[in-house]
């Protein structure tokens, strides 16, 4: 439960140019923030595509894709990107609808990139969970909303490729229910899937939406609508179908719960919706109902109890993304803020939560509008910005203005699951290895975990979610800082646990053959790193060490 704020809106600060920095209840209404989770191949390109679309952010459909084409193209370690064919990065897109203004953090959706997805999550208000309606619910999606439900995001379920042969809505209903015991509240119901898809019902105003098959290209032309108990509707969709839709509607009645909007911001319901991306059908239904039901840019807990809300008249964000060398001819660094509160300016003077009494002008902060980078005049919460980064940031840090210190939690990072020793062959190259590491670390593109020793200069041991990001590892140090690297996977071993409660539990269990198979690490604080062979062993040791506390990522210290 959020509690009241000990710190009250204070007084508008001014700046010099006599301008305030409150963020006005304007700007803050009218915004919302969202990431969408999925499994690779779900469509969110395609819906991603779609939403700038309406947004009329972009002019036909495939920008999205080209965008990142011409990317690719400009940066040099984004050949790996080429070469894999996936999108690795990350980044936040907005656009103006309906006098919205929308910002979508795209989360990379390749499975061995959650990492990132993870803290991207940390800056979104809501998620929108896309599920193939063919497939249901698969691993990727599973993963990141353990994530969701950690961070209390709300939910938007949108079930995709309707237009392909589906699993029974009902069937899918159940399925998400069940895995995830969240309940299901259908705003949009199918009628049909494939071939026979006839289009959806709007269960609130009991219109049904037929359905066309609009080019991909095109935004969907105005469908015909008509209500549910329309004469003409029979005809229209076949009897049968009419009469399925009509008992659907009936059992749904009966059997779900209605929408609870205060459900939906806890996470314990989530609005259903169904359509199929690349037809373009369904997404501005959608789209419509998620700005009036999202959430708006949350307040945000401090580590202690206080809350910072989005109307406290001073500037706060956190840095929850880290990205260097996106053009490698200006060798930029960015660090991607999310403005908590108050208002951005160009040229604004904040504090740092690291950096006691140590000014740092935000000269020129980057947002990205629709396919251009922009630089940006002004920012209000739930926007991100782009920042740029001499090397004063790190993932986590709170950045603020006014004379009430504000320092928001770190952002956890996950639980590796591969890991390798990595060297240095050349020793005359050390100091750009030191460099290139060191800066990819701050990324947090891996972690590292060290063998254990009393000077904590063990052998480094890379560690990552997926074996990926090890590629990206090598490439980026040699392509960016030239440097070749060797190395060697520590094979066997698949599951981190961070132990908590200090190095005293781990001796005596050591001591008392407890551990036996088990590596023993530790991480860059110097706190303890279990890594198992598998969850077998893991839940073997930890029924043997019921009071050794095993957490599947690092707290930030
Ligand atoms: P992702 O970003 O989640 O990985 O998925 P993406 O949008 O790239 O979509 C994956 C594939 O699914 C694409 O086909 C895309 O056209 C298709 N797709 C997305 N939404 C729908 C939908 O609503 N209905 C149908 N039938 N297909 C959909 P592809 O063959 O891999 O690529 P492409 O050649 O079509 O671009």
């Known amino acids: ?110 499975q061995d990139f959650s990492e990132d997805t993870y803290r991207t999550l940390a ?75 006839k289009g959806v019902l709007d ?68 609005p259903m919706f169904f359509g199929s991306a690349m037809t373009n059908f369904g997404v501005e239904l959608f789209l419509k109902r998620f700005l009036t039901i999202g959430q708006k840019p949350s307040s945000r807990r401090m580590g202690n109890a206080d809350v910072i809300l989005p109307g406290y008249n001073e500037f706060t964000g956190f840095v929850f993304k880290l990205q260097a060398n996106l053009d490698p001819r200006h060798r930029d660094r960015l660090a991607y803020v999310r403005v908590v509160s108050g208002r951005y300016e160009k040229g604004m003077k904040v504090q740092h939560s690291r950096m006691k009494g140590k000014q740092v002008t935000l000269a020129h902060a980057q947002q990205l509008f629709a396919q251009e980078r922009e630089t940006v005049l002004a920012a209000y919460p739930g926007d991100v910005i782009g920042i740029n980064n001499p090397g004063h940031f790190a993932i986590g840090d709170t950045i603020f203005t006014g004379s009430n210190k504000i320092r928001f939690p770190g952002i956890p990072s996950f639980s590796p699951e591969c890991f390798a020793y990595m060297r240095n062959p050349n020793p005359s190259k050390y100091k750009n290895y030191r460099k290139g590491l060191d800066q990819l670390l701050d990324e947090g593109a891996v972690q590292m975990l060290r063998e254990r020793s009393d000077d904590g200069n063990g052998n480094p041991i890379l560690a990552a979610v997926g074996t990926l ?34 190095w005293e539990s781990i001796d005596e269990a050591t001591k008392a053959g407890k551990l036996f198979g088990v590596f023993t690490a530790q991480d860059r604080f110097g706190r303890p790193v279990l890594l198992f062979r598998n969850e077998w062993k893991l839940a073997n040791v930890q029924g043997d060490l019921p009071q050794l506390e095993l957490i599947p990522w690092s707290r930030p210290p």
């Open 1 to 110: 439960p959020k509690t009241e704020p000990k710190l009250a809106p204070v007084a508008p600060t001014t700046t010099s140019k006599g301008g305030q920095w409150a963020a006005t209840p304007f700007e803050i209404d009218r915004r919302r923030n969202f990431a969408i989770i999925s499994h690779p191949d779900a469509g969110k390109t395609t819906l991603t595509e779609k939403l700038l679309l309406y947004g009329g952010a972009i002019q036909e459909a495939g920008a999205v894709r080209s965008r990142s084409d011409q990317r690719k193209a400009t940066s040099d370690w984004m050949e790996l990107e080429k070469q894999r064919g996936i999108s690795i990065t990350s980044t936040v897109l907005s656009f103006e609808y309906d006098g919205n203004h929308i910002n979508l953090l795209d989360t990379p959706g390749h």
């Open 123 to 197: 800056a979104a208000d809501n998620a929108v969970m896309l599920v193939d309606a063919a497939k249901g619910l698969e691993p990727q999606t599973r993963k990141l909303f353990e994530v969701c439900k950690l961070r209390e995001l709300p939910i938007f379920t949108f079930v995709n490729k309707l237009d392909r042969p589906s699993l029974s809505p009902f069937e899918l209903l159940d399925q998400i229910e069940r895995e995830f015991g969240m309940k299901m509240a259908p705003v949009l119901w199918p009628i049909g899937d494939g071939e026979e898809f």
């Open 203 to 270: 269960r609130d105003t009991k219109t049904v939406h037929l359905f066309e098959r609009a080019g991909r290209t095109k935004k969907a032309t105005d469908m015909p609508e008509l209500d549910l108990h329309d004469p003409k509707l029979p005809e229209l969709i076949t009897e049968e179908l009419h009469e399925q839709l009509l008992e659907d509607v009936e059992m749904l009645d009966e059997l779900v719960e209605p929408l609870d909007m205060e459900r939906v911001l806890t996470g314990e319901q989530s």
């Open 469 to 502: 990001q090890f590629d990206v590892v090598q490439h980026r140090m040699k392509a960016e800082y030239g440097v070749d690297t060797i190395l060697e996977p520590l094979s066997g071993y698949n599951t981190a646990r961070w132990a908590e409660g200090g």
